[in-house]
């Protein structure tokens, strides 16, 4: 890319770079998410009495299948369906990304209560027309009560503003992959978007850090210099010393020796966001490949799902999607849906001028994302 966000001019090899990381990180996340459904709620203990010493090493069942995916894949897709939106509808003048994002988890608030999508209602768009995402899969009550209502949240005045838990940094990979913007941008708008559902510092910060750790990848830098590039700007935020500090853990569980699924409790469970954060960035700096480090990722007692999905996209966004086992692609629920989304999300940000502005638009692309 060659040129501020807007004006990006994207050759031909950075476009398909570009699309590999993307369709690795939902990819990813979405595997990791489905490796850990099956055992979301287990003991460690209760894991290897059940699979072995080793824990799972393949998909067990959940929801009634193999591969089925929970509720972080199904906000991690409705955050991007609204970042989408976000830049079609700037066309019209508005640009505003939070409010955009928003109207996108109501809409996934909607398929946890409808029993299926409303045909009528044409201005929801493509994503929230797919039946299969109208499935309850333990959507946690923090993101349930602050979409509850019309109003949104924001840092000054937040939703749940004890809420820390770790549904803010399992649905923000999408944020880090506005490779055009700068990152304090893409730090700021994950917090603000948190921020509807979740009002605890810790909760939004770690999403802003996850994010920013996402952005630095999906740019091609490392993963330790992108967790560095987090630190440094969790520094200069009011209470980021929980999400600073787990992330130092995490850093710091790397020189300690092989990696376990001990070294990985001893980050914590998982269930609040910087836990979370914690557990993904360590099993990703350690892991060999993408099965090795899921499959660390998952194999511990707590939030095993948010932890899985939070380390494929980081493995993702790193390696792209051909890294993915391919046993386990082909097995996961909604593959097709999130390769088509990923590949909407790649065009809208590499060749947007070509698809929509304020003087001419495919019609089809206005179809599937909405002014409205």
Known sequence: MTAADGDAIWGRTEQQDFRSRVRGCLLGGAVGD??????????????????????????????????AITDDTQMTLFTMDGL??????????????????HAAYRRWAATQRDWGPDERKREDG????????????????????????????????????????????????????????????VFQLAVECAAQTHGHPTGYLAAGAFA??????????SLDNGVQRALAQLAARPGHEETTDALKRALGSVRQGMPSAE??????????????????????????????????????????????????????????????????????EGRGTILELADDFAMEMTQGPALHSPASSAPAWLARYPRS
């Open 34 to 67: 489905a490796l850990g459904a099956g055992i979301e709620f287990d003991s460690l203990d209760d894991i290897r009495a059940a699979h072995g010493a080793v824990g799972i090493t393949d998909f067990v069942p959940a929801y009634g299948r193999r591969g």
């Open 84 to 101: 989408i939106r976000a830049h079609v509808r700037r066309d019209t003048g508005a640009w505003h990304p939070p409010t955009d994002v």
């Open 212 to 221: 920013a750790i996402v952005h630095a990848l999906a740019r091609g830098d």
């Open 263 to 332: 070294r990985v409790q001893a980050l914590g469970e998982g269930w609040v966001a910087e836990e979370a954060l914690a557990i993904a960035v360590y099993c990703a700096l350690v892991a060999e490949d993408m099965q090795h480090g899921l499959l660390l990722a998952v194999n511990h007692g707590g939030d095993s799902d948010s932890t899985g999905s939070l380390c494929g996209n980081l493995l993702g966004a790193i390696h792209g999607e051909t890294a993915l086992p391919p046993g386990w692609v082909a097995e996961l």
């Open 126 to 185: 493509w994503l929230a027309r797919e039946e299969w995402l109208y499935a309850r899969r333990a959507p946690g009550n923090a993101c349930l009560s602050g979409l509850a209502d019309e109003r949104m949240g924001t840092v000054e005045k937040p939703k749940n503003p004890d809420s820390k838990g770790c549904g803010t940094v399992m649905r923000s990979a999408p944020f880090g992959l506005l490779v055009g913007w700068e990152p304090k941008l």
